[in-house]
């Protein structure tokens, strides 16, 4: 069965940095679109960024731009977010998501879009 598995979650300090991996399994990886979200406390799950199948297309929540990189191993079958100059607000569970979908600006956003969902990463920002 679809398997993802996200790592490096933790806690951090404002203004630090942290690594995020997703290790898929059990689906043809270079035909997903691969996709994080976040949800924080009391909050909806929201879009934070995305990839198209082979890499060279990224999408960015506007809050994050600038800050967070998406990037993905078709060889690894993994998905990595790397997250600089953290803020208090980027405390949240981080979601790896797959889609089968060929992701275009608007859908790769949507939740509704992916069709495997990992279990979530923490991440914790302190100030």
Known sequence: QVQL????????QVGGSLRLSCAASGLTFRRYTMG???QAPGKEREFVAAV???GDVTYYANSVKGRFTISRDNVKNTVSLQID???????????CAASGYVGTDSSVRRSQTYDYWGQGTRVTVSS
Do not use: H, I, N
């Open 36 to 38: 994080w979200f976040r």
């Open 52 to 54: 198209s199948w082979g």
């Open 5 to 12: 598995v996200e790592s490096g979650g933790g806690l951090v």
């Open 85 to 95: 100059s953290l803020k208090p607000e980027d405390t949240a569970v981080y979601y």
